[in-house]
T-cell receptor
Framework: GDSVTQMEGPVTLSEEAFLTINCTYT??????LFWYVQYPGEGLQLLLK?????DKGSNKGFEATYRKETTSFHLEKGSVQVSDSAVYFC????????????FGPGTRLSVLP | EAQVTQNPRYLITVTGKKLTVTCSQN?????MSWYRQDPGLGLRQIYY???????DKGDVPEGYKVSRKEKRNFPLILESPSPNQTSLYFC???????????FGPGTRLTVL
């Protein structure tokens, strides 16, 4: 079945450092790909998404590009802030929406001032 | 304000005592879903519903029931909770095919 693999962390960075969180996936067909963020004590929020190959999703300085050839959707940010400290989940939605919405294990990011 | 609400937010119970976690959304979404979140496992889907009276199993449905009698509500029922159901539970809703799910704040359940 479909699956998502991501680096589990925790990842600890200093403020203004460059961030990469790797995500790779296995899926049949043409899934949509997502990054969700979970701040402490809250539910998940959509951070960005891409629905087809070579699409780039971006939001709040974060970016990720849908790479079908490497089945990857790595999350990047050029300069992280303390307020970016959270857990980040990579996810995919397969062709049959709802029946295979799959999340990765999550990566905890801590940004130190 | 558009939102998904869950109640209770925290619950401690004992093995075998039936419980219900409520979920309600005010966005008129057809699709609703329940997940559990466990360390190192990410979110795993328990049940989902594509519309009123239409429900189906996700990846980990054992020990859970759901119902969808109204569009806005999607309660999660544990008929006989066991300690392995101790987890953080999230409800979510979406417009089908829109590919963005809106999540509730979570319910932390402890079964002793």
């Amino acid at each position: 079945g479909d699956s998502v693999t991501q680096m589990e962390g925790p990842v600890t960075l200093s403020e203004e450092a460059f961030l990469t969180i790797n995500c790779t996936y296995t899926a049949t067909g043409y899934p949509s790909l997502f990054w969700y963020v979970q701040y402490p004590g809250e539910g998940l929020q959509l951070l960005l998404k891409a629905t087809k190959a070579d699409d780039k999703g971006s939001n709040k300085g974060f970016e990720a590009t849908y790479r079908k050839e490497t089945t990857s959707f790595h999350l990047e940010k050029g300069s992280v802030q303390v307020s970016d400290s959270a857990v980040y989940f990579c996810a995919l939605s397969g062709d049959n929406y709802g029946q295979n919405f799959v999340f990765g294990p999550g990566t905890r990011l801590s940004v130190l001032p | 304000e558009a939102q998904v609400t869950q109640n209770p937010r925290y619950l401690i119970t004992v093995t075998g005592k039936k419980l219900t976690v409520t979920c309600s959304q005010n966005m008129n979404h057809e699709y609703m879903s329940w997940y559990r979140q466990d360390p190192g496992l990410g979110l795993r889907q328990i049940y989902y519903s594509m519309n009123v009276e239409v429900t189906d199993k996700g990846d980990v449905p054992e020990g859970y029931k759901v119902s969808r009698k109204e569009k806005r509500n999607f309660p999660l029922i544990l008929e006989s909770p066991s300690p392995n159901q101790t987890s953080l539970y999230f409800c979510a809703s979406a417009v089908p095919r829109d590919n963005e799910q809106f999540f509730g704040p979570g319910t932390r359940l402890t079964v002793l």
